[in-house]
């Protein structure tokens, strides 16, 4: 699954991407820091069957801590959008370009209200931040779709279904986006649509750790948008602790241990963290990783093994795969998720904790643990 992190310059896009994939990118306090997209692995958090076995787990990629399993995501970091964008102001059509492939995106604004439209320090306005970057980004999708229209020979139905897809926006969406608004007669509503049903979207409402945001952070959430209050420097400040092994701390808890003392700074600084966890419960990095995925997303975890008792692969391996699909998805589609082959050799799939056998249609279940029979 892909995430794009978007919205205007300096507001702490990479400091967040930084945070969440532990992979070094420039970081600087001006606006255009980032121009080619950086591109990494996260997770999210899933709960881990693994424990009703009493055994541990053998995740093939991700880890697992305490019953919490980490399942790899694919984030995007790209250049922040500035008013104009969809007429090619700034990097924007490189932006929204770079953005297309995000089946979520994550919404970075400054919490604070100190970056002013351009990124630079000033007053800011993080509600207008949102409605101006969504905003460039329909107008981008409203554009191409006029395009579209009176280019191409077809039914509406026809050409958007075809095209879009290059967006990375499934069918039911773009359907859905038709009905919700007709784009010969409101391109504009119809491309609103498309990014609700389509590119559905996360508030990050980065740098709580400053002083001023507590009022913002109530105005945005009347926007009718999941706001999740972040400060993505503080979570770097503990991931890179806990990768020097100065404390114990898993991404998304609420505390961390200290293992051994560092300078005086250093003790300042995880104090302020641990008051900041104290205050909010998280840093929210992971949290707006999980709710893009689960609640805004609608993923489900599933995971595949080759004996529906032990529920090991072929070399024993307990649990080794945890896939991330659609809610909805059935089994056969999940079979195909796995392996093409699989898919096309499907016969059913046995439920590893109730032994029933289900048909291809079966609707697969949050944390279904499924061992696809196929013919030989």
């Not at 630079?120 to 993080?126: I, K, L, S, V």
């Not at 059935?330 to 032994?355: L, M, R």
Request: charged share 25%; aromatic share 6%.
């Amino acid at each position: 699954m892909q995430f794009g992190l978007i919205g205007k310059p300096n507001v702490g896009k990479s400091t967040f991407f930084t945070a969440a994939t532990l992979k070094d990118v420039e970081i600087a306090d001006y606006p255009f820091t980032t121009i080619q997209p950086n591109v990494g692995m996260s997770h999210v958090r899933v709960k881990c069957p693994h424990t009703e076995l009493g055994g541990e787990c053998n995740p093939r990629k991700g880890g697992c801590f305490s019953g919490t399993r980490f399942v790899p995501i694919e984030l995007y970091d790209v250049a922040g959008l500035v008013q104009g964008a969809h007429q090619g102001k700034g990097l924007g059509n490189k932006f929204l370009d770079d953005v297309r492939r995000a089946k979520v995106l994550l919404m970075v604004v400054d919490a604070s209200g100190r970056t002013d439209k351009e990124g630079n320090h000033g007053e800011g306005n993080p509600v207008e931040d949102v409605k101006f970057v969504a905003d460039e980004f329909d107008k981008w999708v409203e554009g191409i779709t006029k395009k579209l229209l009176g280019n191409k020979a077809g039914t509406v139905e026809e050409i958007l279904l075809e095209d879009l897809s290059g967006l990375e926006i499934d069918k039911d969406a773009i359907l859905k986006a038709i009905e919700a608004a007709h784009p010969t007669t409101d391109t504009l509503g119809f491309a609103r649509a498309l990014r609700q049903f389509g590119k559905p979207m996360v508030i990050v409402a980065n740098r709580v750790d400053l002083d001023g945001s507590d009022p913002w952070l109530k105005d945005l959430e009347k926007l009718g948008v999941p706001v999740i209050p972040t400060s993505s420097a503080t979570e770097m400040l503990l991931r890179k602790a806990a990768e020097k092994g100065f404390i114990d701390y898993v991404p998304g808890a609420s505390t961390f241990k200290i293992l051994r003392e560092g300078s005086p700074q250093q003790k300042n600084a995880l104090e302020f963290a641990r008051q900041l966890l104290k205050k909010y419960g998280s840093t929210g990095v992971q949290q707006a990783l999980d709710k893009a995925a689960f609640d805004v997303g609608k993923q489900i975890p599933v995971f595949p093994v080759e004996d529906e008792n032990k529920w090991v692969d072929g070399n024993g391996n307990l649990l080794p795969d945890c896939l991330l699909v659609r809610q909805g998805i059935t089994a056969k589609e999940v079979a195909y998720a796995v392996h093409t082959d699989i898919g096309d050799k499907f016969v059913k799939a046995i439920d590893g904790k109730t032994k029933q056998a289900h048909g291809a249609d079966y609707e697969v279940q949050a944390g279904d643990i499924l061992k696809i029979s196929t013919r030989r």
